[in-house]
T-cell receptor, first 117, second 109 residues
Framework: NAGVTQTPKFRILKIGQSMTLQCTQD?????MYWYRQDPGMGLKLIYY???????DKGEVPNGYNVSRSTTEDFPLRLELAAPSQTSVYFC????????????????FGDGTRLSIL | KNEVEQSPQNLTAQEGEFITINCSYS?????LHWLQQHPGGGIVSLFM???GKKKHGRLIATINIQEKHSSLHITASHPRDSAVYIC???????????FGQGTRLTINP
């Protein structure tokens, strides 16, 4: 049982390049999230998904895109990398219940450290 | 003002000391999360609590819903407790969380 797996762990991009950060979970969780973590700042939500085929913007979605074609996978796409996107990116998932405002712990991947030069 | 504020931002202590990390929030919540981020970067969920107190080993989390305040305590601290501790509260549906900026704890031997 691997939990949440993110790849790659590290990447350096040039300005204007594109890339996809991969995230997969094997816990059959419906809810998945992408966060970015900047030094001295709290985690910020980029995009989230409540199930296959359903995605929505979080707090800081500009410059990113996501898709959710399966329950397991939730890739994050950077189309035109900018220095402001230098950050550590975390994917997370959680179990959902019928209650809209229920609370469950989130399970995090190990993160992807991305530098844009 | 951030919706979730933690204090202190940095804390250095000697092995064996009793540690307290505080979290205040401004939104109404149904539960509060405490997470731990190790120096290697991985984040794990420690507690999720909606009232009173929870204990796991040497870690104790308390919450006062009326005062919108939670504390994380570590008894008999050890160098392996060195990490960033993060509190988070739900906001909106889909179990979305708003995070504090974290408290960096260093325990010296």
């Amino acid at each position: 049982n691997a939990g949440v797996t993110q790849t790659p762990k590290f990447r350096i991009l040039k300005i204007g390049q594109s890339m996809t950060l991969q995230c997969t979970q094997d816990m059959n969780h419906n809810y998945m999230y992408w966060y970015r973590q900047d030094p001295g700042m709290g985690l910020k939500l980029i995009y989230y998904s409540v199930g296959a085929g359903i995605t929505d913007k979080g707090e800081v979605p500009n410059g990113y895109n996501v898709s959710r074609s399966t329950t397991e996978d939730f890739p994050l796409r950077l189309e035109l990398a900018a220095p402001s996107q230098t950050s550590v990116y975390f994917c997370a998932s959680s179990y959902s219940t019928r209650e809209r405002f229920s609370n469950q712990p989130q399970h995090f991947g190990d993160g992807t450290r991305l530098s844009i030069l | 003002k951030n919706e979730v504020e933690q204090s202190p931002q940095n804390l250095t202590a000697q092995e064996g000391e009793f540690i307290t990390i505080n979290c205040s929030y401004s939104v109404g919540i149904s539960a509060l999360h405490w997470l731990q981020q190790h120096p290697g970067g991985g984040i794990v969920s420690l507690f999720m609590l909606s009232s009173g107190k929870k204990k796991h080993g040497r870690l104790i989390a308390t919450i006062n819903i009326q005062e919108k305040h939670s504390s994380l305590h570590i008894t008999a601290s050890h160098p392996r407790d060195s990490a960033v501790y993060i509190c988070a509260v739900p906001k909106g549906g889909a179990q979305k969380l708003v995070f504090g900026q974290g408290t960096r704890l260093t325990i010296n031997p």
